[in-house]
Structures are given as C-alpha cells and as structure tokens.
C-alpha cells in the first residue's frame, strides 16, 4: 500500500505517516488555489467512506482530490466529495458561540454560552426529572465525538432520551438486522458488488446518493468474467434504473409482497438452498407455511404491480445465481413496514444461502459518513458495544470498562426521536439539545413539529453552519466542521476511516470533542469522572476499543496507523482478525441469536395508511438530488452544485401534466392533508409513473416536509418519508386531478396505477433490457 502511494505520488513519504505530502503530488492546480501541502483524509458527506487529500494552502482548504490507494474509491470523489473544500469557510458558518438575548441571536462567548446552558439543564432536570432533557444528535460526528458525546449525556446529564436523526434513515435497517441475525451491523461489502453475479437494488439509487458504488459494479466483468445481472426495484425509473437489466417498477411501499412473492416461487419451484437453511437458520417450517399460504404469485402481483411472468424470472435470476447480493437504501428503510421490509430481503438471502460467501449477502447501504457511529457507541436503543440496557451482564462490564458507576447505568431504553417530540408536545420533556441535525427542514409533518418546537423551555443547536434550526434556538454552540477536526468515521461496509484535521477551526469555533468536553466541566465532578486527563480525540477512541472488545463492533485490534495503512480496518478487528473482516456470518462465524443461526421470519405486507383518495389522488416520493446535500448548509453555497439544482422540483408523468394542463417549466402547489406548498417547477417526466410524483426534500424555501406524515414503523421508529396522498393545483386546474368513484375505490384497495401503457412503453422504463 505504501508503494502504490509513493508510486502515484513521487515523493517518500515514509516519514510522515501520509499526513502531510507536498505539493507535487497532483501537479499544477489552479495557480491561486495551488495547495502548498496536502493532508490525507476521508470524506465527509456520505457513508461510502472515499479517501481523499484535502490540499491546504494559507491555512484554507482549496482543494480535495481522490485518493488513489484507498480501497473504496481508488482515487476517483463524486462532485460532492470533489467541491468539499468550498464548504469550509463559506459565509454559511458561525464563527463564535451564539446567544438569545430580548428575542435576538447574538454573538456570545464559550462561557456564557456554557454556563447559561449548564444553568437551566440542572433546573430543568432540578424540577422535571432528569428525562426532560433530551438530546438528538446525527450520523455526521466522528465516531470518538460520538462516543465522548454519548458518554456525556447517558453517564453525566443521565438521560436515556437521547437518540439521532439516524432514527430517520437507518433505523429499519438497525432494526431488521436484529430480528434476523440478533445483531445490527451491515453483513456484507463493497467487494460483494465486484463478485456477485446478479445485483438486486432495493430502494437505493446509488447513481445520485452512492455514486463511487457503482466502480465496485464496475470491476465485476473484469473479476469474475461475466457481466452480473443488475436488477432495479424503485417505482420511479432513478439514474439508477438506468443501469438496470431488470428493472421493476414497483408500486410504492409493497417491497416486503414482492420479496415474499419472490420465495413462494422459489419454494414451490425447489429452488431453494436446503443444506443452508438445514444448518444456517432456524423457522424455516413457519416461514415456508406462512409464504405457501399468503403469498401466491398472483397475489403478489396485484399487490406489487409486477406481471407473474416476470416475478418467476426475477425469481429465477436470483435463485440460481451463484453468487447473488441484494443491497438497499431509503426505498425500503423509510416506511411504516421498514424493518418487516429489511428482514424479508434478508429471508430472501437465506433461503437462497447468500450470506457470508464473496459476492452472495443482504447489505443494507448507510447514509451518512458516520451513520454507523450512532449506532454503535450507543444511543436511545443500546449502552456502547451493541450492549443491551436490560441485561445486567452488559451494564456491568460497561461500567467496569467505561469506569462509571453501574447504578448510573440507564436500565432501560428511552424515547426514540420522534418519541421525543411528541414529549415536548405533551410538556415532558423541557429542554432539547441538537447536535448536528436540521429539523425544521428534515423532520416529517413540519407544522406538528414546529408546534412542538414552541412549547421548549431551552432549544440548543450544536451545528457548524447558519441552519434553519439553529436560526430558531436560544443558543447555539457554533462547531468546527471537516477538515477542521480529527478522528474516525465507520462506512457502510464498517470500514472505519481516518480523517484528519487540514486546517484550524474557523473563527472561535470548536470540534465537537472539545464541545462536550468542555461543557461537561460546568456540570460538578462530571468531567474529572467521566473524562479524566482526556485532551485529544485519541482518548476517547482507545477507551472504545477497550468497550467494543470481545462485541460483534469490535476495533480493538485497531490504531490510527493500522487504519491508514490499510486504507481503513473493516470490524471486527481483533487477535484473530488483525487486519479485520470483510463479512460477516461467514461459514465459521455465528450469528449473533442465541444458537448462532439467523432467523427465518414470517413478515406481512399491510396496505398504506394514507391511501390515494379523491381530494388527495396522488403519491408523493420524496428524496435526492446528486448536487444537494439533506438540508443544504454545505451545499448551497457551492454554486458548483447549487447551480446545477438550485430549487425543488416536481417529476411528474406526462398524462398527469396533461390533466393539469401544465407542462415542464409551469409551477404548481402541491398539498396534503396537512399544508400546502406553492411555486415548485414541473418537470414532465416518464420516469414517474401516472398517479406518482417525486419531490427532492433538500430546499427549505419549499418544504416539502409541510406535507408528508408523521407515521413511523412501529419497530424502528423510523418516518413514513416515501409515500404520503397529495393533490396538484396548477392556475389553470386549481382543483387538481379528479378521480372517477370507481377509480378510488381501486385505489384505497391498491396503489391503482391507472394508464400502465403509457408508463411501461416508455424506451428506458420496460421491464427486461
Ligand atoms: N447527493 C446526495 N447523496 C446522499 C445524500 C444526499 O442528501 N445527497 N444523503 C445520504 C443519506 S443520509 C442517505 S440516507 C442516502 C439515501 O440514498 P437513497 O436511498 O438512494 O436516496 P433516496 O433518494 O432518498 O431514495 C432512494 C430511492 O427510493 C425509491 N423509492 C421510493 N419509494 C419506494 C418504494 O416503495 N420501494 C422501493 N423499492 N423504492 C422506493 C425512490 O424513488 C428513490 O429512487 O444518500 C446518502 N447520499
Ligand atoms: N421528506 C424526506 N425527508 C427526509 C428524508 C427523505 O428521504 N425525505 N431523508 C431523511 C434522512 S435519511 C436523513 S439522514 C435526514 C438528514 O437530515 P438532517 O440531519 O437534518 O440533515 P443535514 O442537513 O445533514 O443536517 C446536519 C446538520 O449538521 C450540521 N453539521 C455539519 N457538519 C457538522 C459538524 O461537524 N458538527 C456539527 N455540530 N454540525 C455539523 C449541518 O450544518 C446541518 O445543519 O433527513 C431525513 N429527512
Ligand atoms: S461517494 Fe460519498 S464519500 Fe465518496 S466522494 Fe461522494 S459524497 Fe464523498
Ligand atoms: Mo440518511
């Protein structure tokens, strides 16, 4: 690894332990932005985890550039990941602590802001019990801010009401994986995706969201021979589709029938892996009564939308695959059957014996950079290592290591995020402090939760740019960012990776680390107990290596030096496995249930709860933009991205323009039981089917989540984000489109797509290529 690095660069830099190489390395740049040095690094946008330099010049980053050893990107950075520098210094950043005073937010000091917080925290908790304050913190820390983060509010402010905006992207699959496999943690790797010889994307359109994914497909003719099969499942024909041999155009949220479905096939077909299911899982009787039973092909193609003689190909082509990964994003984990979802592609997979093996697993694709961080270093669900609060087991040997008393050890689980609001809703819960997340554009049912928002003694907003909501706290604790700070994140494959600090924090801005840390010394003996002699990231990554020992997320093997040599260390990283493990639940490693097999699950598909129906006849999908980043703060101040989408739009079929008498460049209204939004632009396209529209949720100036629900899946928590019942309203039209009785009856039954002609005849949308 080190020779490849030196090769590409010309220079040794065997001294410096890649921190800082000079200025030759990639050549002439532009001349006033040439970096005098560059210093090795990891994205900080999404959970692909790419390797980068960040090229520093006066002390600003002017540069990022794609590292050319790391295994994940091979020194290629999607537009994001190449612009990343630019977000840096923007005028979108607080550059000191701000504070409330007479109704106005206004510059402050560390101390003030500290002490002022500390103050009504302890009167609040004085007064309402410790629960009432909560915390909800991001997947976009590093993973030793999370755990010092964590650490602080479970053992010092001893709140269990503490979760992350996770709860709104991975939860499902959190969730899923423990039903199935009594553990979370995703089981495959990007390698599966160069093996596999057939690739099923659920719900994940990795074209915009996951861009670097698609180099790992990329290699696979060159590995194994052959192209794989790539199959597309996504009701809205996504760039992604595009690379689809199969595509199939589901109806919105009936994922969980058409897995189902998929095993009935292969079932009644014999197509199924007996030796596997034998000796690898457990349910298998129930499993195959419950499918045989509920789950006819026919049926599954009324609920799904998707011909019989098409579910027995797609059934065929994963089944006598010999290697086949399914691999699944938001399409799947945000929806009120999320977690049910996840463990149907997950039976899938078993009944099929594709887990453990090179290119054969059920990989459930992160979001952000550090997604996996929450999870792991514990939060509303789980004490640090996966470790259970109900067990006493694990509440011990966490107070041992960690060095905390067992008594202050929370015993059982809080609420989860959206638990928390309906808490401040109904006066429980008094103060809320945010660490990195955006609400007031992210959150479903935006007028529920701004009525929530209101009713807060205390709003603390920890965010390194002028977000919406931190336009709306009391105060705010103004934080460094990328580049700025130092420690690790864990992508989708749970390859944990260095970033590195290029540059200073802007202005009086603080990392993270030093945030808690420093908070943490208003509140009487908390940091000399919880923190003690801690100064640098370094302290809180080896007291979590001590926790995650012997744990399925164990990094005990690890050091910053072994990470960077590697190009990151996938977990567990330990004894016997020195430079970690690329898979998980591989023949000779158990599951982590209580006879070490996964479990085969009978889940239900059940109807949505907000159907299409005569004032709201149309299906609302929300979600991403390639050049956007969630809610904007890093991105819309790069005009390399902003100006490539610089406001929402609404896909909509060309039959429904029609209907509407509108066609692309025209602006509608869009609304839902619960708001209205007005001025968003059309863009007629066949990529949504007829009675479907999609929205990217990115822009705050038109907010798409007025409109959506605030329905969870009972599970995981997690929101409803892709399917809610909207009506257009267009000057011509103002009443929208109407529905004939018949029609909506159809539709509160099924998803009625209603002119499948005019969807499916389109070039790039037929089913098989
Ligand atoms: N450029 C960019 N990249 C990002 C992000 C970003 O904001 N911008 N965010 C990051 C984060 S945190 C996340 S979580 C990921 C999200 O990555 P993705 O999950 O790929 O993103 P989405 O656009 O939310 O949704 C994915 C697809 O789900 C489809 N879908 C909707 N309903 C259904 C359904 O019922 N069934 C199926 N099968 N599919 C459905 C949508 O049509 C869409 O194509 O992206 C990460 N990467
Ligand atoms: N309708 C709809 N809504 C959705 C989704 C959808 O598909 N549809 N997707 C959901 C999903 S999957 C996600 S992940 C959420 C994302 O929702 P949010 O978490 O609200 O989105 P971000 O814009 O990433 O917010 C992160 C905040 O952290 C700040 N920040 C950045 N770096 C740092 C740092 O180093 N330190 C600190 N303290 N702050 C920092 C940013 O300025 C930003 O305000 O949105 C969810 N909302
Ligand atoms: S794919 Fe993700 S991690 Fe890689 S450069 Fe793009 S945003 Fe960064
Ligand atoms: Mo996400």
Redesign the pocket.
């Known amino acids: 690894m080190i020779n490849k690095i030196k090769d590409f660069l010309g220079v040794d830099i065997k001294n410096d332990k890649y921190a800082l190489v000079d200025d030759k390395v990639f050549g002439k740049v532009a001349k006033q932005k040439a970096p005098t040095s560059w210093v090795r690094s990891t994205c900080g946008y999404c959970g692909v985890g790419c390797g980068l330099y960040i090229g520093v010049k006066d002390g600003k980053p002017t540069y990022t550039k794609g590292d050319p050893a790391h295994p994940v990107n091979k020194g290629t950075l999607c537009p994001k990941g190449l612009s990343e520098h630019e977000m840096v210094q923007s005028e979108n950043r607080y550059t000191k602590p701000m504070l409330r005073k007479n109704g106005q937010l206004l510059e402050s000091t560390w101390d003030e802001v500290f002490k002022t917080t500390s103050d009504k925290f302890k009167d609040i908790q004085k007064n309402h019990g410790n629960g009432a304050v909560a915390v909800v913190s991001?997947?976009?820390?590093l993973t030793e801010e999370f755990y010092t983060l964590g650490k602080f509010v479970q053992m010092g402010l001893k709140t269990n009401n503490y979760d992350g905006?996770t709860t709104?992207?991975m939860a499902s699959a959190v969730m899923g994986y423990k039903q199935t496999f009594g553990s979370d943690g995703p089981v495959g790797c990007y390698e599966d995706f160069s093996y596999a010889d057939t690739i099923m994307l659920i719900g994940a359109n990795i074209a915009d969201n996951h861009p670097i994914l698609k180099l790992h497909i990329a290699k696979n003719k060159k590995i194994t021979g052959k192209k794989p099969k790539i199959i597309v499942i996504d009701p809205r024909f996504s760039k992604t589709a595009k690379m689809a041999d199969m595509f199939v155009p589901i109806k919105p949220r009936s994922d969980l029938a058409l897995m189902n479905g998929l095993c009935h096939i292969i079932l009644e077909q014999g197509w199924e892996n007996e030796k596997f299911i034998n000796e690898r899982t457990t349910g298998y009787k129930e499993f195959r009564k419950h499918i045989m039973a509920n789950y006819s092909p026919a049926e599954v193609a009324i609920t799904t939308g998707i011909d019989v003689k098409d579910l027995y190909e797609l059934a065929r082509v994963y089944a006598k695959s010999s290697a086949a990964m399914s691999a699944w994003t938001?399409g799947v984990n945000?929806s009120s059957l999320g977690t049910d979802t996840v463990s149907a592609i997950c039976n899938l997979a078993l009944i099929t014996g594709n887990l453990g093996r090179k290119g054969a697993t059920a990989l459930s694709i992160t979001?952000?950079c550090n997604a996996m961080g929450t999870r792991e270093t514990g939060f509303t669900s789980s004490i640090p290592g996966y470790r259970n609060f109900a067990s006493s087991y694990d509440r011990e040997e966490y107070a041992t290591i960690a060095n905390v008393p067992v008594e202050d050890v929370p015993t059982a689980r809080g609420y989860s995020y959206p638990q928390i609001i309906d808490a401040i809703e109904t006066g429980e819960i008094k103060a809320l402090w945010l660490?990195?997340?955006?609400?007031l554009?992210?959150f479903?049912d935006q007028k529920k939760l701004r009525r929530a928002l209101n009713k807060l003694d205390l709003l603390v907003v920890?965010?390194?740019?002028k977000?919406e909501t931190a336009f709306k706290a009391d105060v705010v604790f103004s934080?460094s960012?990328?580049s700025e700070k130092e420690g690790t994140y864990t992508n989708s494959e749970r390859r944990c990776n260095r970033a590195r600090k290029a540059v200073e924090p802007l202005g009086e801005t603080k990392s993270?680390f030093d945030i808690v840390l420093e908070f943490s010394k208003y509140f009487e003996g908390v940091n000399e107990s919880l923190f003690p002699k801690w100064e640098k990231p370094i302290d809180a990554f080896n007291e979590w290596k001590k926790l995650s020992e012997g744990r399925l997320c164990d990094y005990s093997g690890m050091t910053y030096e072994l990470i960077e040599e590697l190009g990151g260390v996938q977990w567990p990283c330990n004894e016997a496995n020195p430079n970690g493990t690329p898979r998980l639940y591989s023949e000779d490693m158990p599951c982590r249930t209580e006879d070490g097999k996964a479990k085969l699950l009978s889940v239900d598909w059940l109807p949505m709860s907000e159907p299409q129906n005569s004032s709201f006849p149309l299906i609302l999908n929300?979600?991403?933009t390639v050049e956007q980043?969630?809610?904007r703060?890093?991105t819309k101040t790069i005009s390399i991205l902003n100006d490539l989408a610089p406001e929402a739009w609404i896909e909509i079929n060309p039959e429904d323009a029609k209907k509407l008498e509108v066609k692309s460049g025209d602006r509608l209204d869009i609304s839902s039981i619960r708001g209205k939004i007005k001025d968003i632009i059309v863009r007629e396209s066949q990529n949504v089917r007829e009675g479907n529209i999609f929205v990217p949720?990115h822009y705050n100036e038109q907010l798409?989540?007025t409109i959506?629900k605030a329905e969870f899946d009972p599970k995981s928590f997690e929101p409803n984000?892709k399917q809610c019942a909207v009506q257009l309203h267009s000057i011509k039209v103002p009443n929208g489109i109407t529905f004939k009785e018949e029609e909506i009856a159809g539709a509160l039954e099924h998803i009625v797509i209603k002119n499948e002609q005019s969807y499916n005849t389109t070039k790039q949308a037929s089913y098989t290529k």
Do not use: E
């Open positions: 991001t997947g976009q820390l905006n709104l992207c938001m945000q979001g952000q660490v990195a997340t955006n609400p554009v992210s479903p920890q965010d390194a740019f977000s934080a960012t990328w993270d929300t979600g991403r980043w969630h809610t703060t890093k949720f798409i989540n959506t984000y």
